[in-house]
């Protein structure tokens, strides 16, 4: 009987256990981040005057003015947790897909992440490959990318679980380095227009970046 009753406690015990573990790991949006990460598969707004991502935190919510990109987070009791400038919104991606193309098809970013998320870019080194950008495959998974100014972005790449991380390094138009970047992620950027066309369902992973603002 005792046996039974212990059996018993420690079935309770452990079913109060993982209610607290999945409340105290239940997704929140927190004050001073500067992504976040919207899933395949959540719901999308579109307005006049913003659009809308329905999250298991809440809402987030893009806020087009002049050119830039503001962001808003509320919670799932309809408080606003914080808002955020210069938003970008973009998708990782595989640099395979260079092979067939001659020129980029929208802007590419290489961007680093740490602890899963991406990092703001170092001052002075952000590189943006704009839409229309030449690209040369010179070799395994080494490609270049030649600017309009004259400019060379060269990415050396190698696979890291399921995903290519590598090197970015920018050159004069003279073939002098100017800075490298190590461990970066070849990301898509979406463009307003892009985000304006979304269907009601998100259908692949975006991230949101941005810089934090005030709270709420």
């Known amino acids: 009987m005792r046996r039974g009753k212990t059996g018993f406690l420690a079935l309770i015990l452990a079913l109060f256990l993982g209610f607290i573990f999945r409340q105290s790991s239940a997704a929140v949006f927190t004050f001073g981040e500067t992504a976040v990460k919207l899933l395949a598969g959540c719901q999308v707004e579109i307005k006049p005057d913003h659009i809308t991502f329905h999250l298991e935190e809440g809402r987030l919510e893009l806020i087009p003015e002049a050119d830039n990109l503001r962001v808003r987070t509320v919670d799932k009791n309809g408080k606003v947790v914080y808002t955020g400038t210069q938003g970008r919104v973009f998708a990782e991606c595989q640099p395979e897909k260079f092979q067939k193309l001659k020129v980029t098809d929208a802007d590419y970013r290489f961007i680093r992440f740490a602890l899963g998320k991406p990092e703001p870019d170092p001052a002075g080194r952000g590189v943006l490959i704009p839409k229309g950008t030449r690209i040369e495959k010179v ?10 100014n004259g400019e060379v972005i060269s990415f050396k790449c190698k696979v890291v679980g399921e995903d290519k991380i590598g090197d970015c390094t920018r050159y004069t138009k003279d073939g002098k380095i100017m800075y ?5 992620k070849l990301c898509r950027m979406s463009s307003l227009e892009e985000l304006k066309s979304l269907p009601s369902t998100l ?14």
């Open 180 to 184: 490298t970047r190590t461990k970066v």
């Open 203 to 216: 259908p692949e992973q975006l991230w949101v970046q941005f810089v934090t603002e005030s709270k709420g």
């Open 139 to 148: 070799g395994e998974d080494l490609y270049r990318f030649h600017l309009e």
